[in-house]
């Protein structure tokens, strides 16, 4: 009897503490919604995650083969300038052999930028309908044999054909190379990109300052300026037929990227990008007349820009084209030694564009503002080599001028890229707008013509008036797009993983 009580009383005892609740495990609906928050946080952060391991193998895979691509190509495109001065004072330099006069040489430099900037648009449309490991690989290619055809010009003549026949091969290149990463990252992912792809082509003075003092050492049987373009040009032969096979085209047919990553890069390209018309795509019309109307006719930014670029490049960039020989007139030691001395500038601008992309690509600086304060410095180290007359002084404001000037359009091209709404309207936006660049080819030696030396003073006067109009236009396309006054510290998904991987 009493067993069987005591079975009761445990089976009351089970049913009762089935009845109970738990109210430390009931969540109230604010700490559900919390949970369900953080999951979403959670999701976030694993599809940033996802997607910063996808861009840095992209950027493993295209990046390295396109700078270094870059740095012969600048080093061939500026080796001109280099060759003016080489060996000099034994009267072997390429002046003294080919009779030329002042002019003469100015017009050599620019007439490569008639032909190069007439033929951007066409050529970075091109990119899309050929494919662009075939167009970039033809690009090189081409111009490396002009470059080595340089070499063996005897007049006035051959020189300027030869020179406008490398503008003709090389139309495209960068600007086509914009337009090809566009096709990979979007434009709020392009900052710190650009900014290294362009800072590979400053150490071209550098490597190619070098380069002339080696070579310069060299003079004998052929003149040093013959060497010069000799062994500068059979690299772009060689890096041209490897890039048939070693770059990839486009997202949609990368072997290097699994299904999934494709998909991923893919569905975020054709996602709209801060309120505009998201990336170029493969699969849109190369083509589109309507896209070129808009661009032209309802976007005033593209007038804007075009006016930066312009400005800047006179003003800011002109220089660049005869620094050595700007250097040498300015009093500083031997021909061998001014190239040498027009190596420091290109490496200062490759230190401060990869810092201020960073800055820019992580949203902190915004790139207006920055270009702006770029050519503010510009236009204070010209005045200072007008009214300064230390040789020491002169060469850092030199030095300075170079390095700030080289930064501007890599901080400048994402915002232009995100600008124009469409396929067709980037391809055209990026190819007009640098081949207004082209300015500081055709016009920049006309402004630093040897007759204005050794101070260059109104050299100087019309690069700081030509900068002044560049810092308006610059803050007139950031006022326009409403970007002028926005804050770099806005949250918009920018994928930094290149400088995890640098």
């Not at 609740?21 to 609906?29: A, L």
């Not at 034994?90 to 030329?100: A, F």
């Not at 949609?252 to 890069?265: W, Y």
């Amino acid at each position: 009897m009493e067993e069987h009580l005591d079975s009761e009383r445990a089976l009351d005892h089970d049913s009762n503490q089935d009845d109970k609740v738990d109210f430390g495990s009931v969540k109230t609906k604010s700490e559900q919604a919390i949970d369900a928050s953080q999951d979403v946080e959670d999701m976030e952060m694993g599809y940033q995650e996802e997607l910063r391991k996808i861009h840095r193998k992209i950027d493993k895979r295209i990046l390295p083969w396109l700078c270094i691509t870059y740095l012969v190509m600048r080093i061939d495109l500026n080796n001109i300038s280099n060759a003016a001065i080489l060996n000099e004072e034994q009267g072997d330099d390429i002046k003294t052999q080919l009779g030329l006069s002042a002019q003469d040489w100015a017009w050599a430099i620019a007439c490569f930028y008639y032909p190069y900037g007439f033929l951007e648009p066409f050529s970075t449309l091109c990119i899309k309908s050929m494919r662009p490991s075939f167009w970039l690989g033809r690009i090189m290619l081409t111009w490396g044999i002009i470059v080595c055809c340089i070499s063996a010009v005897q007049n006035y003549a051959g020189l300027i054909s030869t020179r406008v026949l490398l503008g003709a091969a090389e139309a495209g290149y960068y600007p086509g190379v914009i337009y090809y990463l566009a096709f990979w990252f979007r434009p709020e992912d392009l900052a710190l990109r650009v900014a290294v792809f362009y800072s590979f082509g400053q150490v071209s003075g550098f490597v190619g300052g070098f380069l002339a003092f080696a070579v310069s050492f060299a003079n004998g049987i052929l003149p040093g300026w013959r060497w010069l373009f000799i062994i500068e040009g059979i690299p772009a032969i060689l890096m041209g037929l490897a890039t048939f096979y070693i770059l990839p085209d486009f997202p949609q047919t990368a072997t290097f990227l699994h299904e999934h990553e494709r998909a991923v890069i893919i569905q975020r390209l054709a996602k709209a990008s801060d309120g505009g018309a998201g990336a170029p795509s493969k699969m849109a019309r190369t083509w589109d007349p309507d896209q070129v109307f808009r661009l032209i006719f309802r976007d005033p930014t593209f007038w804007t820009f075009s006016a930066t670029w312009f400005c800047h490049a006179v003003g800011g960039f002109g220089l660049s084209y005869v620094l050595p020989t700007v250097i040498f007139e300015l009093g500083f030691t031997t021909t061998a030694l001014s190239n040498v001395l027009s190596m420091p500038p290109s490496l200062a601008t490759f230190v401060l564009l990869n810092i201020l992309g960073w800055l820019v690509q992580m949203r902190k600086w915004n790139p207006y503002r920055v270009a702006v304060g770029l050519e503010l410095i510009n236009i204070i180290c010209y005045t200072l080599l007008l009214t300064v007359n230390s040789t020491t002084i002169r060469y850092l404001a030199l030095l300075i001028s170079t390095a700030t000037a080289g930064s501007v359009y890599p901080i400048l091209w994402p915002n232009r890229v995100k600008a124009a709404h469409g396929t067709t309207a980037a391809a055209i936006a990026i190819g007009v707008t640098n081949a207004l660049a082209q300015f500081s080819g055709i016009l920049g030696p006309q402004v630093f013509l040897s007759v204005y030396g050794p101070t260059y003073r109104v050299s100087f006067i019309v690069c700081i008036g030509l900068l002044a109009g560049a810092v308006v236009f610059i803050a007139l396309s950031g006022a326009l797009l409403g970007e002028l006054f926005s804050s770099g510290d806005a949250d918009t998904g920018v994928s930094s993983s290149l400088p995890d991987d640098s």
